[in-house]
């Protein structure tokens, strides 16, 4: 895939985010020394800064960058990534302990649960908890098991503070712990793999002496790309991700019958464009097949916009900005019948409009026609 064929200008990102890009690159210490040193000059380092917090890779620039030589990167800036480290390094290990603790809890409670992503996540790609980031704990139960799971949280003094299409959120005020709870891997209503099948294919992490399940690697390559398809990879992060998993040993061979079956070739096309381009990603000779697609291609531009301008979801963002985001969440279902659900469903209505208007629940019904009076009240009153 050559630099002509691109469906975006790499040439229009930043200096300072292709410097970024650099230090997220898999290569040896002795190679992205040498790759890092002619980009050092002539760099906005608050700016750069911002771009790190942004993205969520601190842990990894700050590793890269603490091993050039004294004087290539200004004193104050290695310390304010090593500021951040130390914190994330904190954060991280509260979080493997709540977890320990909540999967043991599950266990008692005879409750089938699947971390997918945080500490695991951190430990299984990247081999140290400490160069990840995670905001949350996402936990995975049967639909079955979610009122029993919220009980477990509530008696530990989490509260619910949202809900989505596929998860509830709650919050500890005390430990300042997020957690979301899934009973579904994606908010579509098209398919995924059955819970049964994913707890049949899992793996145990190595990160705790308590045995903590999480998806099997095939698995977490289908859960990742849409995940990350479905927020525009907005934080390189996620495509630090993919990265690191494609690298590793995965079953192809299953891999694009799953992709095919579930509608998420064009999305699994876009990840590994972005990741061999911007990260220089291998891509294996099985799914280069993936990357000619004119839907993964346009894709891959459409996400362009979200990773070059720093972008991301925001209630409050220019009206033009949320018709191209709902386009963008459009132009990912793969067929006719996913695409009439994802217009019914944008009708129904959200949690912000209960916020927004508290109603017993007797006239809930009023939502559908208020909704579009809701969403204007919220622009108007936060802008």
Not at 133 to 138: A, I, P, V, Y
Not at 164 to 192: C, D, K, M, V
Not at 253 to 264: A, N, R
Not at 292 to 312: D, N, P, S
Request: with cysteine; charged share 25%; net charge neutral.
């Amino acid at each position: 895939m050559t630099d002509n064929n691109l469906p975006f200008d790499i040439h229009s990102l930043s200096r300072e985010l292709r410097l970024l890009l650099v230090c997220l690159r898999t290569s040896s210490e002795e190679n992205y020394t040498a790759e890092l040193e002619p980009w050092l000059q002539n760099i906005a380092w608050k700016h750069f800064l911002d771009l790190a917090q942004h993205h969520r890779v601190y842990p990894l620039v700050h590793m890269k960058l603490n091993k050039l030589k004294e004087g290539s990167v200004p004193a104050d800036v290695l310390q304010e990534l090593a500021d951040k480290y130390l914190n994330n390094t904190l954060k991280m290990l509260r979080l493997s302990m709540e977890m320990d603790h909540l999967f043991k809890l599950f266990d008692e409670y005879q409750i089938q649960a699947l971390m997918l992503k945080g500490p695991v996540l951190a430990k299984d790609l990247y081999g140290d908890l400490s160069l990840r980031t995670s905001k949350d704990l996402d936990i995975l139960v049967q639909q079955k098991d979610v009122l029993r799971t919220e009980e477990l949280l509530l008696q530990l003094g989490y509260l619910r503070e949202g809900e989505a299409l596929h998860h509830f959120s709650y919050f500890h005020s005390t430990s300042t712990i997020n957690i979301e709870i899934h009973w579904r891997l994606h908010p579509e209503i098209g398919q995924e793999p059955a819970f049964q099948d994913l707890w049949e294919r899992r793996r145990i992490s190595s990160l705790s002496s308590y045995p903590i399940s999480f998806l099997g690697k095939e698995d977490l390559f289908l859960f990742l790309v849409s995940h990350g398809a479905r927020h525009g990879w907005f934080r390189l992060r996620w495509l630090g991700d993919i990265d690191l998993l494609v690298r590793k040993r995965l079953n192809w061979d299953y891999l694009i019958p799953q992709l095919t079956e579930l509608g998420f070739h064009h999305m699994a096309g876009q990840a590994l464009i972005l990741t061999h381009q911007l990260l220089h990603t291998p891509i294996p000779s099985e799914m280069q097949s993936l990357t000619k697609g004119y839907e993964a291609r346009k894709l891959v531009q459409m996400a362009f916009f979200y990773i070059r301008e720093m972008r991301h979801t925001d209630p409050v963002m220019p009206l033009h900005e949320l018709v191209y985001g709902k386009y963008y969440s459009f132009s990912l279902i793969p067929n006719r019948k996913q695409k009439w659900s994802f217009i019914i469903r944008s009708f129904y209505p959200q949690s912000a409009d209960k916020e927004t208007l508290p109603l017993p629940e007797s006239l809930h019904a009023l939502y559908f026609p208020l909704r579009p009076w809701l969403w204007l009240w919220r622009r108007v009153n936060r802008a």
